[in-house]
């Protein structure tokens, strides 16, 4: 042992090297901000506020208290906050959705009854159950139960198919909503990885909240697809989106007077 260095003295020295060793190793955290971060993490690591894991958790609250208003900014400095998911799958979970104001339901089931010799789309059919007290007038009824065992009874329910189509190219947000309307939807929901789902006017809930564009996302699509980034729509050869997809149906009126009257049947 050299001289001037005692057993104490090392001992002291690993005390105040390892917490901070411990300080520079939780810095390099990926998505730790340092900047905003290094005070109060040092501060809690010293003070062992949050030396506890994300599964036992025996500190949790006590590391919350310490890190104060900065707990969701630097959580991930002490790995004491779920890893988010910064996966480009994760893109296909996130939607936006709309009503649309004029719907034709004549032209929908025209377009969507039969599968598309183009591909331009792909249809879904599900039945779906509807309360429909939600359709009457409103009404405030009030029952004295006597018995525990009593039977609640069951809802006025209807059955009725919900068709979706999913377009098969990906599209801009504002297409997406164009494209939809040309084809008569009650509503759509177009996914942030540029899938667009049109949606029937029987259907609940926006239709399927899940990306099954056939085209959509590529293969070779690296980069995640932003709603900022399809904000506005491309003009080609003097056309809008909206007016090119006008002239995709307009082959199919004689088809949308045929279906006039008809009344869609659940499945069975």
Same mark, same amino acid.
């Given at each position: 042992m050299g001289p001037g260095l005692t057993m104490p003295k090392i001992i002291i020295s690993l005390t105040f090297a390892l917490p901070l060793l411990a300080i520079v190793g939780f810095f390099s955290v990926q998505g730790c901000n340092e900047a905003v971060c290094a005070s109060i993490v040092s501060k809690c *690591? $010293?003070?062992?506020? +949050? %030396? =506890?894991? $994300?599964? @036992? =958790?025996t500190c949790c609250k006590e590391c919350f208290s310490c890190l104060d208003y900065l707990y969701a900014e630097c959580c991930s +400095?002490? &790995? *004491? =906050?779920? %890893?988010? @998911? @910064?996966t480009v799958s994760e893109l296909s979970r996130k939607s936006h959705v709309e009503d649309l104001t004029e719907p034709t339901p004549d032209l929908f089931s025209a377009l969507t009854d039969d599968r598309d010799t183009l591909q331009r789309w792909l249809? !879904?059919? !599900?039945p779906v159950d509807l309360d429909i007290t939600i359709f009457k007038p409103k009404e405030i009824k009030y029952k004295t139960i006597n018995s525990e065992q009593e039977v609640i009874p069951l809802k006025d329910l209807i059955t009725v198919n919900c068709t979706v189509a999913y377009m098969s190219q990906c599209m801009s947000w504002n297409k997406c909503k164009a494209s939809c309307i040309s084809m008569g939807a009650s509503s759509y929901r177009w996914f942030h990885d540029g899938c667009c789902e049109c949606v029937g006017h029987t259907c609940i809930n926006y239709g399927i909240n899940e990306s099954r564009c056939l085209e959509c996302p590529g &293969?070779?699509?690296d980069n995640p697809i932003e709603p900022e980034a399809f904000a506005s729509e491309d003009y080609e050869n003097g056309e809008t989106g909206s007016e090119k997809d006008a002239k995709q149906v307009t082959n199919t009126e004689e088809k949308v007077n045929e279906k006039q009257g008809e009344v869609t049947a659940p499945v069975a």
């Open positions: *690591m $010293l003070t062992q506020s +949050c %030396k =506890c894991e $994300l599964r @036992n =958790c +400095c002490v &790995e *004491m =906050c779920p %890893k988010p @998911n @910064n249809t !879904f059919t !599900f &293969e070779e699509d």
